[in-house]
């Protein structure tokens, strides 16, 4: 009985100093870990695996192809490296370069599985997939506006809108810049579109762009002005597990995404958010820009609400997709093209990577553009099709705006 007793002990004090670990983040494999000489080492136990590798955006990329209407692709996919497994089953590998300053995405590769890094509780859902986050941010440098400092901040919030069109209320995420609930000042509008298989989360979680306006406007780079990100999938109310359909994996095969009902319908958005915030209803006063399918968003909506819009900006986007039998939203395109340039807007913005799959696409339009004498800015970048360029373009769009 004595023994039995020491032995409940025993466990219920392991027990113990398990919770209380938990509870008090308690000694554990640090990972990851920026050096003083601006290397990065990446760490992940597992004792009993063959072999370990780390994936991310911070590495050199490699070329992959794909398939797309019959015609072979080809895009830059993230590096692999090997780690070496050390004392007590610890795998550890360290850059032999210093991590330029910016924001990454990793996951690790365990004997053929991915999993996301257990010691880096920073972690982004992208669609279905799990990554873990590096923030590598340097004062003076791009990624600076990605940290969170101590200016005043703007306030987020999930709005949900009455939506005739999908027949139930849908949800936004609403930026208003620090100063807005004191004020009685009236402000410009800027709408972001997220990319095929993204909500109105995607923008805030991966793109970090609360952070670039907070950082934007504090540093008087940026005019303030309320941000709207928007759902652009029609048939969904809100971001997974945020909706009616409950536990329901994501997933990029959604219906009515880019056959013309997200682009009809959103005259909607536009009246909700100027009945519902002080916004200055004017069409220099609005701007829209979105990436990869919300890019594809923006180049219609601009073309065909082209009094609703004075700036545009396309980010990778998805550019020679459509099917002008689908919907008249896309059809008369060289007709709507010049209607929106007589309109004056004041801005269109482009931008691509040159390893972007859409690149080819996107030199195309510019070359429409070009050949009418249609006036555009253009910005292009290294890589191809992912968050690290769109956070730059977002960065320099946005000071662009409402001037």
Same mark, same amino acid.
């Given at each position: 009985?004595?023994?039995?007793?020491?032995?409940?002990?025993?466990?219920?004090?392991?027990?113990?100093?398990?919770?209380?670990?938990?509870?008090?983040?308690?000694?554990?494999?640090?990972?990851?870990?920026?050096?003083?000489?601006?290397?990065?080492?990446?760490?992940?136990?597992?004792?009993?695996?063959?072999?370990?590798?780390?994936?991310?955006?911070?590495?050199?990329?490699?070329?992959?192809?794909?398939?797309?209407?019959?015609?072979?692709?080809?895009?830059?996919?993230?590096?692999?490296?090997?780690?070496?497994?050390?004392?007590?089953?610890? #795998?550890?590998?360290?850059?032999?370069?210093?991590?330029?300053?910016?924001?990454?995405?990793?996951?690790?590769?365990?004997?053929?599985?991915?999993?996301?890094?257990?010691?880096?509780?920073?972690?982004?859902?992208?669609?279905?997939?799990?990554?873990?986050?590096?923030?590598?941010?340097?004062?003076?440098?791009?990624?600076?506006?990605?940290?969170?400092?101590?200016?005043?901040?703007?306030?987020?919030?999930?709005? #949900?809108?009455?939506?005739?069109?999908?027949?139930?209320?849908?949800?936004?995420?609403?930026?208003?810049?620090?100063?807005?609930?004191?004020?009685?000042?009236?402000?410009?509008?800027?709408?972001?579109?997220?990319?095929?298989?993204?909500?109105?989360?995607?923008?805030?979680?991966?793109?970090?762009?609360?952070?670039?306006?907070?950082?934007?406007?504090?540093?008087?780079?940026?005019?303030?002005?309320?941000?709207?990100?928007?759902?652009?999938?029609?048939?969904?109310?809100?971001?997974?597990?945020?909706?009616?359909?409950?536990?329901?994996?994501?997933?990029?095969?959604?219906?009515?995404?880019?056959?013309?009902?997200?682009?009809?319908?959103?005259?909607?958005?536009?009246?909700?958010?100027?009945?519902?915030?002080?916004?200055?209803?004017?069409?220099?006063?609005?701007?829209?820009?979105?990436?990869?399918?919300?890019?594809?968003?923006?180049?219609?909506?601009?073309?065909?609400?082209?009094?609703?819009?004075? #700036?545009?900006?396309?980010?990778?986007?998805?550019?020679?997709?459509?099917?002008?039998?689908?919907?008249?939203?896309?059809?008369?395109?060289?007709?709507?093209?010049?209607?929106?340039?007589?309109?004056?807007?004041?801005?269109?913005?482009?931008?691509?990577?040159?390893?972007?799959?859409?690149?080819?696409?996107?030199?195309?339009?510019?070359?429409?553009?070009?050949?009418?004498?249609?006036?555009?800015?253009?910005?292009?970048?290294?890589?191809?099709?992912?968050?690290?360029? #769109?956070?730059?373009?977002?960065?320099?769009?946005?000071?662009?705006?409402?001037?």
């Amino acid at each position: 009985m004595k023994r039995l007793l020491l032995i409940t002990a025993a466990l219920l004090l392991g027990a113990s100093a398990f919770a209380q670990q938990a509870l008090w983040g308690g000694p554990g494999v640090v990972s990851p870990e920026i050096n003083a000489d601006g290397t990065v080492t990446f760490r992940y136990q597992a004792p009993k695996a063959v072999k370990v590798e780390v994936t991310g955006d911070f590495l050199p990329t490699q070329k992959l192809e794909f398939e797309m209407n019959g015609q072979k692709m080809s895009y830059d996919a993230p590096g692999v490296r090997e780690l070496k497994e050390g004392k007590m089953g610890i #795998w550890e590998y360290t850059t032999d370069f210093k991590v330029a300053p910016d924001m990454y995405t990793y996951t690790f590769r365990v004997d053929g599985l991915t999993v996301i890094d257990a010691n880096n509780v920073f972690v982004n859902r992208d669609i279905a997939s799990l990554t873990s986050v590096l923030l590598v941010p340097e004062a003076g440098e791009r990624s600076d506006l990605y940290a969170i400092h101590r200016v005043p901040h703007g306030t987020v919030s999930k709005v #949900w809108y009455p939506s005739a069109t999908a027949g139930f209320d849908r949800r936004l995420t609403v930026y208003t810049p620090a100063g807005y609930e004191t004020s009685k000042a009236k402000y410009p509008v800027l709408y972001v579109l997220h990319g095929i298989g993204g909500d109105e989360d995607a923008w805030v979680t991966q793109g970090r762009a609360t952070q670039i306006l907070d950082n934007l406007i504090a540093r008087g780079e940026a005019k303030p002005m309320i941000v709207v990100f928007t759902n652009g999938n029609i048939s969904q109310e809100a971001a997974p597990l945020e909706n009616s359909t409950g536990y329901t994996r994501p997933t990029m095969q959604l219906p009515q995404t880019m056959e013309g009902t997200f682009e009809t319908a959103f005259p909607e958005i536009v009246k909700f958010i100027d009945s519902r915030y002080r916004t200055i209803t004017k069409k220099q006063s609005r701007a829209v820009c979105g990436l990869s399918m919300g890019g594809f968003h923006t180049l219609y909506l601009s073309l065909n609400y082209p009094e609703m819009f004075g #700036w545009s900006g396309m980010f990778s986007a998805a550019i020679g997709v459509s099917d002008p039998s689908v919907s008249p939203i896309y059809q008369d395109f060289d007709a709507k093209l010049a209607k929106y340039y007589a309109g004056k807007p004041s801005l269109l913005w482009i931008g691509c990577g040159v390893t972007d799959f859409l690149y080819q696409a996107n030199k195309e339009f510019m070359k429409k553009l070009d050949d009418n004498g249609f006036k555009y800015t253009y910005m292009e970048t290294d890589g191809g099709h992912i968050w690290k360029n #769109w956070r730059i373009y977002l960065s320099e769009f946005v000071p662009l705006l409402f001037k």
